[in-house]
């Protein structure tokens, strides 16, 4: 089977294609998948420069979402048969996506929607159960809240646009002058261009001084000491960046504000919730560019140019 192989940690030019046996069951709880599509995440360029080298032996196959079809199963699987549509998120530390074939255990697998395809849902599984977890799970965001996404552009954004607008919220968001009309067709009361605004003292405005009660953040930098000053009393500031300095976060005890943090968060039972919204019409993916598995150098450099010759918008997918 073809795959991308990680044999030396760097850039995009480590990832290369080569040829590797079909995985074969060897546990009855286990099931072969033939990979449609697969995606680009931030978790795996990280992967693929050293980030996590601890949790992983080279060589490596990384890639955190699958959408695909049941081959085989093992002979203690009775719920999924061949022919079956599922798309999941691969466990941090095994095996990954870029492959045309993924062996997994059936606890991870999830039914993918009828009303998307492939590409669609393999956009979906690492940042759905990621969303979920950082809106619904931390922030216990609900009808009638105010809440601002940093960073609406990106994959994690552009989810977490639509998915809290399903639940009641008034979306405020951040993104370039370019992305204005497409974020707000997803969702966004509010867009503001961090570029030319100072997004702090454009919530203040626009919320007469009282801030949001829910701010994500997918950006990092100084967010977190600058969030308080835009968050209403007693808010939730949700972010799922590291943090590379020490940040004075003062101005959050002020504000008797709540932090949360979250690693990617890869659960089937979050990710099924996704699912009811797909399927309600209520949550679609969004798409920046598919590219061949064979060109995913070009997929990964896009995802971390700085100086982009179009912004992104939406989840980088790969067609295999």
């Given at each position: 089977m073809k795959t991308i192989?990680?044999?030396?940690?760097?850039g995009p030019?480590?990832?290369?294609?080569?040829?590797?046996?079909?995985?074969?069951?060897?546990?009855?709880s286990q099931v072969l998948v033939k990979v449609r599509a697969t995606s680009i995440n931030p978790l795996d360029y990280q992967i693929r420069r050293g980030d996590y080298e601890s949790f992983f032996e080279l060589p490596i196959i990384t890639g955190?979402?699958?959408?695909?079809?049941?081959?085989t199963v093992g002979e203690a699987v009775k719920q999924w048969k061949p022919g079956d549509k599922v798309y999941y998120s691969p466990r941090f530390g095994s095996s990954g996506g870029y492959a045309e074939y993924h062996l997994t255990d059936e606890s991870s697998l999830s039914r993918m929607p009828d009303n998307i395809s492939y590409e669609e849902a393999a956009a979906i599984p690492l940042i759905g159960g990621t969303v979920w977890e950082m809106l619904v799970v931390?922030?216990?965001?609900?009808?009638?809240?105010s809440i601002l996404i940093l960073g609406g552009a990106g994959g994690v954004g552009t989810l977490a646009i639509q998915v809290a607008k399903s639940l009641g919220a008034f979306v405020y968001t951040t993104g370039q002058s370019v992305l204005h009309e497409e974020l707000k067709k997803l969702g966004a009361d509010v867009v503001i261009d961090h570029h030319k605004e100072n997004w702090i003292e454009e919530i203040k405005a626009h919320t007469n001084?009282?801030?949001?009660?829910?701010?994500?953040?997918?950006?990092?930098?100084?967010?977190?000491s600058g969030s308080p000053l835009a968050l209403a009393d007693y808010g939730s500031v949700v972010t799922l960046v590291d943090i590379p300095q020490p940040q004075n976060?003062?101005?959050?005890?002020e504000k008797n504000a709540t932090y949360h943090f979250v690693f990617t968060r890869q659960s089937r039972d979050e990710l099924h919730q996704i699912t009811e919204l797909i399927e309600n019409g209520q949550v679609k993916p969004v798409i920046d560019s598919i590219y061949p598995l064979e060109e995913v150098q070009k997929a990964h450099q896009r995802i971390e140019d700085s100086k982009r010759d179009r912004p992104l918008l939406g989840k980088i997918v790969l067609t295999v």
């Open positions: 192989v990680i044999k030396n940690f760097g030019e480590v990832l290369q294609l080569a040829e590797m046996p079909v995985p074969m069951i060897t546990n009855p955190h979402d699958i959408a695909g079809d049941i081959m931390r922030a216990q965001l609900k009808k009638g809240d001084g009282k801030g949001v009660n829910v701010i994500i953040d997918t950006v990092g930098g100084t967010t977190l976060l003062i101005n959050a005890w």
